[in-house]
């Protein structure tokens, strides 16, 4: 499957682009996580952040379907 991630914060930073298309199997957040933290060392921990797809906050445990969009959301701070 395909999908649209989109990066934000911290995550943006140490991947260097705020989003990319990505092909995977991965069938939850968790699991794509998973993949782009052993490709690209992102160096968070699920547990750190949150995951939305298509603009919904969802659980890692989330079912993905082809086309999603995902959003990893790191912790913000500023006013």
Known sequence: MTFTV???????????????SVTSSA?????????LEATHALGLAVEDFRAAV??????????????????????MSGG
């Open 6 to 20: 989109c990066y934000f914060g911290l995550l943006a930073e140490r991947r260097g682009l705020s989003e990319e």
């Open 54 to 75: 298509n603009d919904e906050f969802v659980s890692w445990n989330h079912p993905l379907a082809g086309n999603d969009t995902i959003a990893l959301l790191p912790p």
């Open 27 to 35: 069938t939850t957040p968790a699991m794509l996580y998973a993949e």
